[in-house]
Structures are given as structure tokens and as C-alpha cells.
T-cell receptor, first 115, second 111 residues
Framework: DAGVIQSPRHEVTEMGQEVTLRCKPI?????LFWYRQTMMRGLELLIYFNNNVPIDDSGMPEDRFSAKMPNASFSTLKIQPSEPRDSAVYFC?????????????FGPGTRLTVL | RKEVEQDPGPFNVPEGATVAFNCTYSNSASQSFFWYRQDCRKEPKLLMS???SGNEDGRFTAQLNRASQYISLLIRDSKLSDSATYLC????????????FGTGTRLLVSP
């Protein structure tokens, strides 16, 4: 079975450019999460979707960040304009809402470098 | 104060050693607790849940002390393959169920 799929796996861009990260959750999962991981701050939740609807975006750093989930099998995280401090690994995760285990399944991540 | 705090390590231990990691959390209303494992340059994966009565999975034992808001993970007979970062994770209900991750404790098991 395919796990969570993310693309691209690596992205190097210059400051000011637009960056779009993509995620395909596990089929049948109705909750989707975007996280950012850095050495200093660890894994931080950016935004959470349930049944394609954004439930909590309080972790989105600022207006330069936006996320969409147009359907149950696809989500994007966009940064415009990008800045060097956005350099991090961005993970997408999915789960079945209400599942007893509460386990989240993570994608392989996108390693973003903004020069 | 961070919601979930862990010693970042690294913990350097020889094969066969027993090693313990601790974690504290700040929100007494936290509902559930987990340990995730993250290998270098990989994604986090669930290692085990932590139950109030304590639970064991092979060489791994997890304990929860709600009164002290403290979680532990014990690894017995360490293997080289146990080298990874171990993330303490707390489930909080903030209107929705949200996982809050510690920054992780790095373990290095050497021959």
C-alpha cells in the first residue's frame, strides 16, 4: 500500500521565489496535517485539515504561507515569497480521524532550502 | 515553557546497554501519549503508545506518571539499529485533537 506521498523531495530556491509543496494522503484517511521541522524548533504543526476543511491554521507562520486541500487526495502548501528562514523539512501526515490509535502517518518530507 | 520537553542528547551507549529517556509535559489535560522514532533524514514513525499502567513491547518499555507529568522510554539490550531520534508526543484536545511533539532525544548505539 502506498503511504503518504510528497513532492518534491528536495527543493532549492532563491529568496523571493514562490514554492509549492504537494501531498497525497493515504487513501481513506480524512485528516491531513502539514508540519515543519527544524533543528532549533523541532516538529511544528502548521495546519490541519479534516474532510478537506482547514480546522486550525494557527501554526502558519505568517501570510506568506497558505495551504489548500481541494479534494480528499491532494493538498498543497505554498510559500510566497520565500525567505531563507523558511529553510526546513516540511512533512505532510494523514490519519483516520477518531481512530483509537491516533497514529499519524508521515510522508518522506520535502527538504526546502531558500538561498 | 515548551509544552513537551526532552533532553536532546545525544546518548552514546554500547550495544547491549540499557538506556532510558525521559520527557515532561506541561498540560495536565493531555489525554494520550506516544513515542515516535525518527531515523536520520527520514520521517517520524510511531514506536509505541504509552498507557497509564505502563506497557512493554519487546525490548521497549514505556511508563507514564500523570501526577508528575512525566513519560519515560526504556530500551533494554540496545542494538545498533536502535540508533535514531526518539520523539515524545502528547495528544492534546484544543478544540481538536492535536499531537504536540518534543524536539527529540538522539540515541547512538556503538559496537
Amino acid at each position: 500500500d502506498a503511504g503518504v506521498i510528497q513532492s518534491p523531495r528536495h527543493e532549492v530556491t532563491e529568496m523571493g521565489q514562490e514554492v509549492t509543496l504537494r501531498c497525497k494522503p493515504i487513501s481513506g484517511h480524512n485528516s491531513l496535517f502539514w508540519y515543519r521541522q527544524t533543528m532549533m524548533r523541532g516538529l511544528e504543526l502548521l495546519i490541519y485539515f479534516n474532510n478537506n476543511v482547514p480546522i486550525d491554521d494557527s501554526g502558519m507562520p505568517e501570510d506568506r504561507f497558505s495551504a489548500k486541500m481541494p479534494n480528499a487526495s491532494f493538498s498543497t502548501l505554498k510559500i510566497q515569497p520565500s525567505e531563507p528562514r523558511d529553510s526546513a523539512v516540511y512533512f505532510c501526515a494523514s490519519r483516520i480521524a477518531g481512530a483509537p490509535s491516533n497514529e499519524q502517518f508521515f510522508g518522506p518530507g520535502t527538504r526546502l532550502t531558500v538561498l | 515553557r515548551k509544552e513537551v520537553e526532552q533532553d536532546p542528547g545525544p546518548f552514546n551507549v554500547p550495544e547491549g546497554a540499557t538506556v532510558a529517556f525521559n520527557c515532561t509535559y506541561s498540560n495536565s489535560a493531555s489525554q494520550s501519549f506516544f513515542w515516535y522514532r525518527q531515523d536520520c533524514r527520514k520521517e517520524p514513525k510511531l514506536l509505541m503508545s504509552v498507557y497509564s499502567s505502563g506497557n512493554e513491547d519487546g525490548r521497549f518499555t514505556a511508563q507514564l506518571n500523570r501526577a508528575s507529568q512525566y513519560i519515560s522510554l526504556l530500551i533494554r539490550d540496545s542494538k545498533l539499529s536502535d540508533s535514531a531520534t526518539y520523539l515524545c508526543v502528547v495528544l492534546m484536545n484544543t478544540g481538536f485533537q492535536k499531537l504536540v511533539f518534543g524536539t527529540g532525544t538522539r540515541l547512538l548505539v556503538s559496537p
